[in-house]
């Protein structure tokens, strides 16, 4: 009864120091926000009198709009009018983040994150807008000069009002499992399945068959301000057209029939009169544009110039397996978070340029022959400000050059990147580097500019160009030699992937891993080829890779098994010893357990598989570490007894459609089994009512939800391609273990709300970086 007694007083204190936690501090009645350095309505009279002054700087500008006659002038001027209208969008989401906590249309529940994501996004714009005037000689450009002066300035104040690291309260809330209200599960689903013109919204087609024959006649018809998906399918063929999607037309599906079979092309370039902002062949700033299966090139050549192919500046974008060529200037990364997956990057000179928060994840990047006497560089990031929270960070990637550069690697230097602006901030982990990359790795803009103050890093890179030990000397340079400075560069950490990707249904590593085993990269080699299923288990990677995941899951369980035995053991002799004068001490405890199991299964999904479940194993332990701990070991249980399930069910498929499925389901069960056992290895050696506090709770509910959404996308698959018997027996084979792993989220999630956990708040390690960022 003392421990029952003493367990609700842990909690009703725990409770009170939260709230009392939770309480923003007061300045003269003002709210001094955790996110913010001044009180707010200080940081909203700045953020005033910033979008006034955007306001008439615009104003001054529309003045001269074809004024002139000239045609790379006009495209200068037009150019500023949609950034500084850009950056009167950022400030306003600003403004209104602010004052309503609870506004989500715009917001991935990290407000800090996102304060400091558009104000960055702000500030660059007026940047982009001067940059447009080269090659001109009006006066006009320093009447604008004027005013994109001072609303830099305006804007760079507001930047650092916003506290770049979260205080540990702020953390923790916004940790919690968050998708943005405009991104929804559907969308996941879309980017799993078969291409179909039955859950298109529009479909584009040369030949006359679909909707629209042009991509962009299908863009104007999506509604502007959608919170709903709209997806655009773009049959194969080669559609010659420059493409813009508008800021207002959020959440567009892009969704081709293959990187290789539709392709978007133009060959707008710098030397025809158009600035670099404007000769994107394909350019999006509506927030939410996820593309797939399709190709945005520009076909201008190097003697050209600046000639982009592709241009974001959506928020919360993703593009998978898509192909981004060009030659110099290739993918304009311009503003905001954006992630690429399984994508095929080409170009030459900076074709990897910009100054949006971007991760590049497991693509490859391919340098090709420039002009003569010219120089490759792969990246030209473009922080301009130090309190910007921009950069690029390339993660799992093969980086290397096109047939004709790999025949003679000599003959064209070819650098990892250089700094386009002062604060140039860029990291490459993980990655292989073939022998294009020259030994010095990183090139000068221009004499000592910004070697100082720049931020270049690699970790953990392989192959003939990683080699550290000829890299440049710049003061900015750094060898990363630990997992807490490149975990600042994660997909979770640097773009709060975790937040907002899983909606999208693109897939992700949200952490680091090992680096990539040279069979990987062969594979990447040669990302166009199919190769004929290998069986045998001694040369086939991913059965080897079954088969290792197979020996760790069983060790796992075994160990996880033997420590909830010990640990209720001890947890059960120690309360014989503190309650030996006691007249039923046995009963007491399974009391006790009782009542705790039924508090955290009565927050599950399914209480009663939760209690059959964990009552028949729980060695009537009382602690909710332990009997999350005994959980996460039925999931694992229920996992690998269906993991062999799709093989079994092969014979029965009726249909190519369906065997791809089944295969989908191997390695999205792989998957979850994966996601399982880093939670379980999280609590190896942790015992007692501090259970949690050793171990990052954040990432554990991250790891179960993507095990939870593997299971999910399994199931969407084999339904999309209308499996029949197949889908229903596999869904009553997968019933349990889809159970078992929602239990272990919502057990977790439940003792992280009674107050048990004190978890490290995740960003912690940022205070703890020997390196200045």
């Given at each position: 009864?003392?421990?029952?007694?003493?367990?609700?007083?842990?909690?009703?204190?725990?409770?009170?120091?939260?709230?009392?936690?939770?309480?923003?501090?007061?300045?003269?009645?003002?709210?001094?926000?955790?996110?913010?350095?001044?009180?707010?309505?200080?940081?909203?009279?700045?953020?005033?009198?910033?979008?006034?002054?955007?306001?008439?700087?615009?104003?001054?500008?529309?003045?001269?709009?074809?004024?002139?006659?000239?045609?790379?002038?006009?495209?200068?001027v037009n150019d500023c009018m949609d950034l500084l209208d850009f950056s009167s969008d950022e400030l306003s989401m600003t403004a209104s983040a602010t004052q309503n906590h609870a506004a989500k249309d715009n917001s991935t529940g990290n407000r800090r994150s996102d304060l400091r994501t558009w104000l960055s996004a702000a500030l660059g714009n007026q940047d982009t807008c001067m940059d447009g005037f080269e090659g001109t000689n009006s006066?006009?450009?320093?009447?604008?000069?004027?005013?994109?002066?001072?609303?830099?300035?305006?804007?760079?104040?507001?930047?650092?009002?916003?506290?770049?690291?979260?205080?540990?309260?702020?953390?923790?809330?916004?940790?919690?499992?968050?998708?943005?209200?405009?991104?929804?599960?559907?969308?996941?689903?879309?980017?799993?399945?078969?291409?179909?013109?039955?859950?298109?919204?529009?479909?584009?087609?040369?030949?006359?068959?679909?909707?629209?024959?042009?991509?962009?006649?299908?863009?104007?018809?999506?509604?502007?301000?959608?919170?709903?998906?709209?997806?655009?399918?773009?049959?194969?063929?080669?559609?010659?057209?420059?493409?813009?999607?508008?800021?207002?037309?959020?959440?567009?599906?892009?969704?081709?029939?293959?990187?290789?079979?539709?392709?978007?092309?133009?060959?707008?370039?710098?030397?025809?009169?158009?600035?670099?902002?404007?000769?994107?062949?394909?350019?999006?700033?509506?927030?939410?544009?996820?593309?797939?299966?399709?190709?945005?090139?520009?076909?201008?050549?190097?003697?050209?110039?600046?000639?982009?192919?592709?241009?974001?500046?959506?928020?919360?974008?993703?593009?998978?397996?898509?192909?981004?060529?060009?030659?110099?200037?290739?993918?304009?990364?311009?503003?905001?978070?954006?992630?690429?997956?399984?994508?095929?990057?080409?170009?030459?000179?900076?074709?990897?340029?910009?100054?949006?928060?971007?991760?590049?994840?497991?693509?490859?990047?391919?340098?090709?022959?420039?002009?003569?006497?010219?120089?490759?560089?792969?990246?030209?990031?473009?922080?301009?400000?130090?309190?910007?929270?921009?950069?690029?960070?390339?993660?799992?990637?093969?980086?290397?050059?096109?047939?004709?550069?790999?025949?003679?690697?000599?003959?064209?230097?070819?650098?990892?990147?250089?700094?386009?602006?002062?604060?140039?901030?860029?990291?490459?982990?993980?990655?292989?580097?073939?022998n294009v990359i020259r030994s010095e790795g990183w090139l000068e803009w221009q004499g000592n500019f910004a070697l100082d103050t720049l931020f270049y890093g690699e970790y953990m890179n392989f192959g003939p160009g990683a080699s550290l030990s000829n890299r440049v000397k710049w003061p900015g340079f750094h060898a990363l030699n630990n997992s807490n400075q490149a975990t600042n560069f994660t997909v979770s950490q640097f773009i709060d992937?975790?937040?907002?990707?899983?909606?999208?249904?693109?897939?992700?590593?949200?952490?680091?891993?090992?680096?990539?085993?040279?069979?990987?990269?062969?594979?990447?080699?040669?990302?166009?080829?199919?190769?004929?299923?290998?069986?045998?288990?001694?040369?086939?990677?991913?059965?080897?890779?079954?088969?290792?995941?197979?020996?760790?899951?069983?060790?796992?369980?075994?160990?996880?098994?033997?420590?909830?035995?010990?640990?209720?053991?001890?947890?059960?002799?120690?309360?014989?010893?503190?309650?030996?004068?006691?007249?039923?001490?046995?009963?007491?405890?399974?009391?006790?357990?009782?009542?705790?199991?039924?508090?955290?299964?009565?927050?599950?999904?399914?209480?009663?598989?939760?209690?059959?479940?964990?009552s028949n194993n729980s060695h009537t332990s009382s602690d909710p570490v332990e009997l999350f701990k005994l959980s996460l070991k039925v999931s694992l249980d229920g996992l690998l007894n269906v993991s062999s399930v799709p093989k079994r069910m092969m014979p029965k498929a009726n249909g190519k459609g369906v065997e791809s499925a089944l295969r989908d389901c191997e390695g999205l069960i792989g998957d979850a089994i994966d996601g399982v056992?880093?939670?379980?290895?999280?609590?190896?050696?942790?015992?007692?009512?501090?259970?949690?506090?050793?171990?990052?709770?954040?990432?554990?509910?991250?790891?179960?939800?993507?095990?939870?959404?593997?299971?999910?996308?399994?199931?969407?698959?084999?339904?999309?391609?209308?499996?029949?018997?197949?889908?229903?027996?596999?869904?009553?084979?997968?019933?349990?273990?889809?159970?078992?792993?929602?239990?272990?989220?919502?057990?977790?999630?439940?003792?992280?709300?009674?107050?048990?956990?004190?978890?490290?708040?995740?960003?912690?390690?940022?205070?703890?970086?020997?390196?200045?960022?």
């Open positions: 009864m003392m421990k029952k007694v003493m367990f609700l007083i842990f909690l009703i204190f725990s409770s009170l120091l939260a709230n009392i936690g939770a309480a923003p501090p007061t300045n003269g009645g003002d709210d001094l926000y955790d996110d913010l350095k001044v009180p707010s309505s200080a940081f909203l009279s700045s953020l005033r009198t910033a979008i006034d002054e955007v306001g008439r700087v615009t104003s001054i500008i529309s003045k001269f709009i074809d004024v002139f006659g000239d045609f790379r002038l006009s495209n200068a006066f006009i450009k320093n009447i604008v000069g004027g005013g994109i002066v001072q609303v830099t300035s305006l804007v760079g104040e507001l930047l650092q009002m916003v506290n770049q690291v979260p205080s540990p309260q702020f953390q923790t809330n916004y940790r919690k499992q968050y998708s943005p209200s405009w991104m929804k599960p559907r969308d996941r689903r879309l980017l799993q399945t078969p291409i179909s013109t039955s859950w298109a919204d529009a479909v584009v087609a040369l030949d006359g068959s679909g909707n629209y024959t042009s991509v962009g006649n299908a863009v104007k018809s999506v509604p502007d301000l959608s919170t709903k998906r709209f997806v655009i399918y773009v049959k194969r063929g080669v559609y010659k057209e420059n493409v813009e999607i508008k800021k207002k037309k959020w959440n567009i599906m892009l969704v081709g029939d293959g990187m290789n079979s539709t392709i978007i092309t133009g060959n707008r370039n710098f030397v025809d009169g158009w600035t670099t902002f404007r000769s994107a062949t394909f350019a999006v700033a509506g927030q939410g544009f996820i593309a797939r299966d399709i190709t945005f090139e520009n076909t201008a050549g190097p003697e050209k110039h600046q000639a982009v192919a592709l241009r974001c500046d959506s928020d919360l974008s993703a593009f998978y397996r898509c192909g981004i060529h060009g030659y110099q200037d290739t993918l304009y990364a311009h503003s905001l978070r954006q992630f690429y997956r399984e994508c095929v990057i080409t170009g030459t000179v900076d074709f990897i340029f910009g100054n949006g928060a971007v991760v590049i994840q497991n693509c490859q990047i391919i340098a090709r022959k420039p002009l003569p006497q010219q120089k490759n560089s792969i990246t030209a990031q473009g922080r301009k400000d130090p309190n910007q929270n921009t950069g690029f960070s390339i993660q799992f990637c093969n980086i290397t050059g096109d047939s004709d550069l790999l025949a003679s690697p000599n003959s064209t230097a070819t650098y990892l990147g250089r700094p386009w602006k002062e604060y140039s901030k860029t990291v490459i982990m993980q990655s292989y580097m073939s992937g975790n937040l907002w990707l899983p909606s999208t249904g693109v897939r992700f590593t949200a952490d680091l891993q090992p680096p990539i085993p040279m069979d990987s990269i062969n594979a990447l080699k040669g990302y166009n080829k199919v190769s004929e299923p290998n069986l045998d288990t001694t040369n086939n990677p991913s059965l080897r890779k079954a088969r290792t995941r197979l020996i760790i899951s069983i060790s796992t369980l075994v160990l996880l098994t033997t420590l909830i035995i010990i640990a209720s053991i001890a947890y059960a002799s120690l309360s014989d010893k503190s309650e030996d004068t006691k007249e039923n001490p046995t009963s007491s405890s399974t009391s006790s357990s009782d009542e705790t199991l039924r508090s955290l299964c009565k927050a599950t999904q399914h209480p009663n598989t939760c209690l059959s479940t964990l056992n880093k939670s379980v290895e999280c609590f190896v050696g942790v015992v007692g009512e501090e259970g949690l506090s050793e171990v990052k709770v954040s990432d554990v509910r991250t790891w179960l939800s993507a095990a939870l959404t593997d299971q999910e996308t399994c199931l969407d698959g084999l339904e999309e391609v209308g499996s029949g018997g197949v889908g229903d027996e596999m869904r009553v084979a997968m019933n349990e273990s889809v159970e078992f792993v929602s239990n272990s989220l919502a057990i977790v999630a439940k003792i992280v709300e009674m107050g048990r956990s004190v978890s490290v708040p995740p960003h912690r390690k940022l205070l703890r970086i020997s390196v200045k960022l």
